[in-house]
């Protein structure tokens, strides 16, 4: 905080033609952070990168937040667990932001995609960030792990484009082994959105001796088919990536060992996906 009551925040400057990183390392006091989750007025983010393709449809703008309740084993982005290490943006700021981008985003038809960390972690910022986006006639994207989805209204929901939904495992005890988080309620999320017909891309990140059981990736092919609202399914191949980053925190890597899967395995995965009649890349 500044002397006058205001939060202070760092300049978030271009590293690259393509990505505006911020420099703000130091934890923020937990009042701040308080009050912003519950107005909505700032949110925290890692970063800020745009020309993504691989964030959901045309060429977009990613926001990428701090925070995230669940501890995949596989995460590449353990840096954005903690909240409070995040750049405070406030809402007017990331609106502005995003304003430069609008007509380009247009013509290359992408849009804005919240991503993480897990977004819902800042529910109130998320909501409005998209609907400032949608305002502007941006597409809205919200990439998801799915289990705070109870944290929107239906309204919140109509008012985004596309949701990425990940799911992790198919099986009970595997999601909780996987991400030390129960599997109901992202299931429950799928089926809520199913339920208000909105459109979902499913995401599912494959790893060998982890989530690469064939009869329960046919098992999640089948729930995500009877769904009726599964646009498309990504099957992403494990890669050890983001390993120095668990390096560098000081966090146990249990995947050290973990190859990526065979072509053979990542066929076999979408195969049971198209098997359903689901398009499946
Ligand atoms: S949900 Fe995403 S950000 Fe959170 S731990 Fe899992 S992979 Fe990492």
């Known amino acids: 905080m500044s002397d006058t009551g205001e939060l202070r925040y760092p300049p978030l400057h271009a590293s690259s033609p393509f990505e505006l990183r911020g420099e703000w390392t130091q934890s923020i006091p937990e009042a701040d952070v308080r009050k912003a989750l519950a107005t909505g007025e700032m949110g925290f983010l890692h970063s800020f990168t745009t ?22 084993l596989y995460c590449h982005n353990p840096d954005t667990w903690n909240l409070n290490k995040g750049i405070p943006v406030t809402l007017k700021r990331a609106t502005e932001q995003l304003r430069k981008y609008r007509h380009g985003l247009a013509t290359m038809g992408g849009g804005l995609t919240v991503s993480g960390g897990e977004p819902l972690m800042q529910d109130r910022f998320v909501v409005k960030l998209l609907a400032a986006a949608r305002t502007m006639g941006v597409h809205t994207t919200l990439d998801t792990n799915g289990s705070l989805g109870y944290r929107l209204s239906d309204e919140e929901l109509a008012a985004i484009d596309l949701v990425l939904l990940d799911i992790k495992c198919w099986d009970p005890q595997g999601h909780r082994n996987l991400t030390g988080m129960e599997l109901d309620p992202v299931l429950e999320f799928a089926r809520r959105l199913a339920s208000r017909n909105r459109p979902v891309w499913l995401r599912y990140v494959l790893v060998p001796g982890l989530t690469d059981n064939s009869h329960d990736i046919a098992q999640l092919a089948r729930f995500a088919a009877e769904l009726r609202n599964v646009e498309r399914v990504d099957i992403l191949p494990f890669h050890q990536l983001g390993r120095f980053k668990w390096k560098e925190l000081r966090l146990n890597y249990a995947l050290e060992e973990v190859q990526p899967p065979t072509p053979e395995i990542i066929q076999m995965a979408r195969e049971h996906f198209r098997a359903q009649g689901l398009k499946a890349y």
Not at 58 to 64: C, E, P
């Open 51 to 72: 020309g993504s393709t691989l964030d959901g449809p045309g060429v977009r703008v990613v926001a990428w937040t701090m925070g995230c309740q669940f501890r995949c």
